[in-house]
């Protein structure tokens, strides 16, 4: 499979744990993102990275979110002291910047649960 | 202040059915560009289409079309002889400028039922 691929597909935590999250592209991508999606509402960016230099980051983004590509290539979005609003859908997209018609292939998510 | 607004939160037909998703948005960019994206019971998003500001030509893709209307600043996608795989949540975004993806703006998204 070549797809964006998200790990762990499920997370179930307890409030006041720290979280991490991994996302592989698709391998040539050079631009991955970071989006947050609650239920019945579409998602809401975080982050995103070309090749390994974080270029945007939410204004909304608490300090206890962080996000990390070392080698431009797999990524990983940390949650420090989780708290119950962190529970969500976060989704991780890949693209290949070329010119003006970039394309997102998005990952299945990683469904967080804090308790 | 950018906007999109996806009013039908749920529409459920019948198979063989047509059926159109409505979304409205809000701008005072003159350039800006629309999408559709498609996410099924399986989670991932998928993009469908994407359109610029300055084309209003409407466009075809099998049984997928889209209606561009500035005057009514509406971006409508219709999918004629639905099928049981079109069940899914289809979400409308803007995005301002160059198009940037990490700008877009999300509409709330409309799920989307065909029934056998």
């Known amino acids: 499979d070549t797809g964006v691929s998200q790990d762990p597909r499920h997370k179930i935590t307890k409030r006041g744990q720290n979280v991490t999250f991994r996302c592989d592209p698709i391998s040539e991508h050079n631009r991955l993102y970071w989006y947050r999606q609650t239920l019945g509402q579409g998602p809401e960016f975080l982050t995103y990275?070309?090749?390994?230099?974080?270029?945007?980051k939410s204004r909304l983004l608490s300090d206890r979110f962080s996000a990390e590509r070392p080698k431009g290539s797999f990524s990983t979005l940390e949650i420090q002291r989780t708290e119950q609003g962190d529970s969500a859908m976060y989704l991780c997209a890949s693209s290949l910047r070329t010119g003006l018609n970039e394309k997102l292939f998005f990952g299945s998510g990683t469904q967080l649960s804090v308790l | 202040a950018q906007k999109v607004t996806q009013a039908q939160t749920e529409i459920s037909v019948v198979e063989k059915e047509d059926v159109t998703l409505d979304c409205v948005y809000e701008?005072?960019?003159?350039?800006?560009?629309l999408f559709w994206y498609k996410q099924p019971p399986s989670g991932e998003l998928v993009f469908l289409i994407r359109?610029?500001?300055?084309d209003e030509q409407n466009e075809i893709s099998g049984r997928y079309s889209w209606n561009f209307q500035k005057s009514t600043s509406s971006f409508n996608f219709t999918i004629t002889a639905s099928q049981v795989v079109d069940s899914a949540v289809y979400f409308c975004a803007l995005s301002e400028g160059r198009g940037s993806n990490y700008q877009l703006i999300w509409g709330a998204g409309t799920k989307l039922i065909i029934k056998p």
């Open positions: 990275f070309q090749n390994e230099a974080q270029l945007e």
């Open positions: 359109r610029n500001s300055f």
């Open positions: 701008t005072r960019d003159t350039t800006y560009y």
